[in-house]
């Protein structure tokens, strides 16, 4: 038995692998009821952090809790603190803690054949656009909550896995693409997947890291402010439970629905006396821009790049054989107008998938039993870089060390290395690593661009025991040490550099 598991900004949802079924699990619930996903949320309740189901119900009673912490990962890394009611942690130890309360609730809380003893091997996943340090966190929170993990797989290439094995019969038996959309709760992901006899490829990805359903709800919340005249402050307090109540009636809209009624009981005294009665069209329009933004990022992975003639190659053809379908999935979906505004754009090759919030959880499942079922290759999709001083320190310049498109080895393939070796002029060395969309003419970063953290390094002996974020930093007088840079990438896109002085091998390793 092998597990599938998708860690989803607001559900978590797992699939097993049953002789080539592979059912979604099934969590159990206090009151007794079975539910398809364990929600991605924390809470404190006497002191302690409780997670999905209980945390839920903790939430209910009024204990503090946090949702949609997975979207803190974008922006922070695995040292960074999170508080929740009265406990702070990091990250790391947050993920941690929730994938171990999974792990148990895998093997005493749900409907896992057996159950197993132990957690099974599983294959998991990031959304696309995660840069190294939210693959290091997740994969490193899997590991630690007791987890055997496989491999770790981009979340719109899961989904394109799970397409082209129900699809298989259907596809044409050379070549197909077909382009997946997955909107989720937290993030957009796109991916362009060549499928090709049985095996598929996933030649680009893109995505928004910060839109998905949250967005939508916020947007609901915010017309129904406006419509009960109820100041932003006077809100604030309750904003977790309105938006709840958002959430709520934006899943009950279907594409007959008319009108959004709201009744924002959680403002108490300040609560209107007559329900918001909010049309549906406004809202639609209102939303409209979202849903666009995410075709943007669409057409981004079926338009060529310009970096990589092969990958371009690839698109030009898909281009005038025809994308198989634009693959729907994502609770996201849900909302009627989404799938509307696709077809206004894609027409009858949009398909959504019989299971949106549990498709990228059945590809891992998929993956999990046939290392055949991989992508043949996942890929950087942003630039790597760092910024430095140049010209002994009169300007800093922009170093690509992998640009977007670079292929990641494939699980248990040596690491892919980069090395860089010099001599500086200065005793200290002040790396800033930055991930970005694109790159101007003249190599500077821009578009999307998210940093990395910041590295210093002594170059100078005598400054190796010194807390160097403070230091000021001085030219050398004499010649520097030959220094080495090198960086690895693993098959789940984890970065790490270690900077070694070749003249006496006094090294140093960073997790970017
Ligand atoms: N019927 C529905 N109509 C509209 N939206 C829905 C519906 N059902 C679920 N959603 C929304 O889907 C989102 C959750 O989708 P999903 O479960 O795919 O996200 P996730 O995997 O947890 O997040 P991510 O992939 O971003 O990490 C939520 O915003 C939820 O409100
Ligand atoms: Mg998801």
Sequence with gaps: MRLGIDLGTTRTIVAACDRGNYPVVGFLSPDGDVLDHFPTITAEHDGQLVH???????????????????????????????????????????????????????????????????????????????????????????????????????????????????????????????????????????????ITGGQHDVIDTAGIQRLGGDDFDEVLFEMALAAASVEREAALPFHDELLLECRTAKEALNPNSRRIVLELAALGEAAPSEPVVLPVADYYDQVRWLVERTVESLREVTAPRGTDPEVDDIKAQAAQAGVAGVYVVGGGSGLPVVPRLLREHFGRRVHRSVYPAAATAIGLAIAAEDDQQLPLTERFTRHLGVFREKDSGQRIAFDTIFPQGTPMPKPGDPPLVATRTYQPVHDIGHFRFVECAALTEGYEPRGDISPHGVIYFPFAPQRRNEALDQATIERLTSGGPRIEERYEVDAAGVVAVTIVDLDDGYAQKYVL
């Design 52 to 194: 999905g189901l209980e945390a839920e119900q903790a939430a209910r009673e009024g204990a503090p809790f946090l949702r949609s912490w997975k979207r803190l990962m974008s922006s922070s890394g695995p040292n960074d603190p999170v508080r929740i009611g009265g406990i702070e942690l990091s990250l790391l130890e947050l993920t941690t803690d929730f994938l171990s309360a999974l792990g148990q609730a895998l093997l005493a809380g749900s409907n896992l054949p057996g159950p197993p003893k132990t957690l099974p091997e599983t294959v998991i996943s990031v959304p696309a656009n995660a840069h190294s340090s939210q693959r290091f966190t997740t994969l490193e929170a899997f590991r630690r909550a007791g987890f055997d993990v496989r491999a770790m797989v981009n979340e719109p290439s899961a989904a394109g896995i799970e397409f082209a094995h129900r699809y298989r019969g259907r596809l044409n038996a050379r070549r197909d693409h077909v382009v997946v959309y997955d909107l989720g709760g937290g993030t957009f992901d796109a991916a362009l997947v060549l």
